[in-house]
């Protein structure tokens, strides 16, 4: 069963204050990962995908990385409009040519002026 | 582009009723999927299509919830009777399909259900 794991659960930070975000994952044969950004009272919202390890990719103030085990979302300098909840997500290479989606619980991130 | 458009946004409603939730994917996605957000368990799959066709229903908790998609253009969420446990956010997405994954799922705004 595919699983992950974001940690921290929420995350609190300066204006200014750089961080990253974790997410470890289990997938047999991972077809891509995912990463989005959910504001309150909204769906989520596509931010990345990485297919393979050592892949970044790059966004205004953030960057997410790959390893074979886990992903980051390094946030250099936030900034109060980047606090949300950062949701990671897996899709498996399926067997019958079909596969979905398979979140975390996210990260919820406060940037304080 | 008007993105995915779910209908209501808030569901309150009485233990035991029927409960109908709807979802218009966006033009020319093939793949549509719904979710279910908690906080306890986060965003889990409940169905997906694809060309309007059930592929995984799995993640469909139990008999009470039924899903539809008679054409490209249009789904719904049925859960007959409702309970206080099926209280949530409900999220329609949809993709381009298989092979165009790398675009991610575009989710609507979701449908806020109360059970009382």
């Known amino acids: 069963e595919d699983q992950v794991t974001q940690s921290p659960e929420a995350l609190r930070l300066q204006e200014g204050e750089s961080s990253s975000l974790n997410c470890s994952y289990t997938?047999?044969?991972?077809?891509?990962l995912f990463w989005y950004r959910q504001d309150p009272g909204k769906g989520p919202e596509f931010l990345f995908t990485?297919?393979?390890a050592g892949e970044e990719k790059e966004k205004e103030r953030l960057k997410a990385t790959l390893t074979k085990k886990e992903s980051f979302l390094h946030i250099t300098a936030p900034k109060p409009e980047d606090s949300a909840t950062y949701l990671c997500?897996?899709?498996?290479?399926?067997?019958?040519?079909?596969?979905?989606?398979?979140f975390g619980k996210g990260t919820m991130l406060l940037v304080s002026p | 582009d008007a993105g995915v458009i779910q209908s209501p946004r808030h569901e309150v409603t009485e233990m035991g009723q029927e409960v109908t939730l709807r979802c218009k994917p966006i033009s020319g996605h093939n793949s549509l999927f719904w979710y279910r957000q908690t906080m306890m368990r986060g965003l889990e799959l409940l169905i997906y299509?694809?060309?309007?066709?059930?592929?995984?229903d799995s993640g469909m908790p139990e008999d009470r919830f039924s899903a539809k998609m008679p054409n490209a253009s249009f789904s719904t969420l049925k859960i007959q009777p409702s309970e206080p446990r099926d209280s949530a956010v409900y999220f329609c997405?949809?993709?381009?399909?298989?092979?165009?994954?790398?675009?991610?799922?575009?989710f609507g705004s979701g449908t806020r259900l109360t059970v009382v």
């Open positions: 997500a897996v899709q498996a290479a399926g067997n019958s040519g079909y596969s979905t989606l398979t």
């Open positions: 990485l297919y393979s």
């Open positions: 997938v047999s044969g991972l077809r891509g």
């Open positions: 299509f694809n060309n309007n066709v059930p592929i995984d």
């Open positions: 997405a949809s993709n381009r399909g298989e092979g165009q994954g790398h675009y991610g799922y575009t």
